[in-house]
């Protein structure tokens, strides 16, 4: 079970820090990804942290703004949101990256509005 928090609104140029707890311990060991789905819009990658946290990679809108971190002892996963812009407006996942089929949580909201 991955449960996602710490969303909610902010105004453009602020910062968020996102959280995503996993009940699964074997996810400790494996790749995990933030993804996120705006209205209308298909669900896409924005960050994804290697089994040992040390190889992180980013799509290209949020390559110096977004940085991902882990705890695997914790078994969390963070996304860590600064100079935040309308276009993040979104629902943020976190989910073993493949996904391969492994259910996603509930999301947590992203609103990005002055």
């Known amino acids: 079970l991955l449960t996602e928090s710490g969303g909610g609104l902010v105004q453009p140029g602020g910062s968020l820090t996102l959280s995503c707890a996993s009940s699964?311990?074997?996810?400790?060991?494996?790749?995990m990804a933030w993804f996120r789905q705006s209205p209308g819009k298909e669900r896409e990658f924005v960050a994804d942290?290697?089994?040992?946290?040390?190889?992180?990679y980013y799509a290209d809108d949020v390559n110096g703004r977004f940085f991902i971190s882990r705890d695997r002892q914790k078994n969390i996963v963070y996304l860590q949101m600064t100079s935040l812009k309308p276009d993040d407006t979104a629902v943020y996942y976190c989910?073993?990256?493949?996904?391969?089929?492994?259910?996603w949580g509930q999301g947590t909201q992203v609103t990005v509005s002055s």
């Open positions: 699964d311990r074997s996810f400790a060991s494996e790749d």
């Open positions: 942290v290697n089994w040992s946290g040390g190889a992180k």
């Open positions: 989910n073993r990256n493949p996904p391969d089929g492994n259910p």
